[in-house]
């Protein structure tokens, strides 16, 4: 990372996308774009040294190392969402938390893969789009306090980790057409885990609405967007 001078991370959904760039000029994020605007982005016709994709996909499942087999993977998905038959599964390693993360990307757009041909490393090579609980995943270590609570929203999902120093405690996605109902369920998580809203920090990889960040703050000690 110390020697990545121009970074892109690009995030996309059935409903559009969004993107941050950090540069020598610091970091600066689009908020979220219609699909329509994606070959008129400027940002976009530029190389870097890294590009990171993320798509906002809910078919997940997180293993350990140990009990993962390629052979296994459609069927140790499926059993915890919804597989149809044209879904492609995949996998990613997450040796932060000695685990294999099984991921669909397919859920009926196409917007990652035209950001994957458009947006170019600066050797000119494409970046592999990964689910957004994958760079979650990735980030979540790396929060400065004990209790680590990372969470996403959008199109009606919520996306929630939390750890406890090095020791991964959630990984999970919960349907949630509202912003309140997704309050719901990080407040009952944290009940489960029996972790104190007052003394956590909440963090984001999801802009938040001004009503929803004051929300949160009437229960957790700090809100953050990353």
Same mark, same amino acid.
């Given at each position: 990372?110390?020697?990545?001078?121009?970074?892109?991370?690009?995030?996309?959904?059935?409903?559009?996308?969004?993107?941050?760039?950090?540069?020598?000029?610091? !970091? &600066?994020?689009?908020?979220?774009?219609?699909?329509?605007?994606?070959?008129?982005?400027?940002?976009?016709?530029?190389?870097?040294?890294?590009?990171?994709?993320?798509?906002?996909?809910? /078919?997940? $499942?997180?293993?350990?190392?140990?009990?993962?087999?390629?052979?296994?993977?459609? @069927?140790?998905?499926?059993?915890?969402? &919804?597989?149809?038959?044209?879904?492609?599964?995949?996998?990613?390693?997450?040796?932060?938390?000695?685990?294999?993360?099984?991921?669909?990307? #397919?859920?009926?757009?196409?917007?990652?893969?035209?950001?994957?041909? #458009?947006?170019?490393?600066?050797?000119?090579? /494409? $970046?592999?789009?990964?689910?957004?609980?994958?760079?979650?995943? @990735?980030?979540?270590?790396?929060?400065?306090?004990?209790?680590?609570?990372?969470?996403?929203?959008?199109?009606?999902?919520?996306?929630?980790?939390?750890?406890?120093? &090095?020791?991964?405690?959630?990984?999970?996605?919960? &349907?949630?057409?509202?912003?309140? #109902?997704?309050?719901?369920?990080?407040?009952?998580?944290?009940? /489960?885990?029996?972790?104190?809203?007052? !003394?956590?920090?909440?963090?984001?990889? #999801?802009?938040?609405?001004?009503?929803?960040?004051?929300?949160?703050?009437?229960?957790? /000690?700090?809100?953050? !967007?990353?």
């Amino acid at each position: 990372m110390t020697n990545i001078k121009d970074r892109v991370s690009i995030q996309v959904s059935l409903s559009g996308y969004s993107f941050k760039i950090q540069d020598e000029d610091g !970091v &600066r994020s689009s908020g979220w774009m219609s699909a329509e605007r994606i070959f008129t982005t400027p940002e976009f016709q530029k190389r870097y040294d890294q590009v990171e994709i993320s798509v906002f996909t809910p /078919k997940f $499942a997180l293993i350990p190392s140990q009990f993962h087999h390629p052979m296994n993977m459609r @069927k140790n998905l499926s059993e915890v969402a &919804r597989i149809e038959e044209q879904d492609v599964v995949e996998s990613a390693d997450i040796p932060e938390f000695a685990a294999v993360l099984l991921y669909s990307n #397919t859920i009926g757009e196409t917007l990652s893969k035209v950001v994957s041909e #458009t947006v170019l490393t600066s050797e000119g090579e /494409k $970046a592999s789009p990964f689910p957004e609980i994958y760079f979650m995943l @990735k980030v979540l270590p790396d929060l400065p306090e004990y209790n680590k609570i990372l969470a996403s929203y959008m199109d009606g999902y919520l996306y929630l980790t939390i750890a406890q120093g &090095r020791s991964l405690l959630l990984c999970n996605s919960f &349907r949630a057409p509202d912003f309140t #109902t997704a309050e719901y369920f990080i407040f009952m998580a944290m009940k /489960k885990l029996q972790l104190n809203p007052e !003394v956590s920090t909440i963090t984001f990889r #999801t802009s938040l609405e001004a009503e929803e960040e004051m929300s949160l703050y009437r229960y957790f /000690k700090c809100v953050e !967007v990353i």
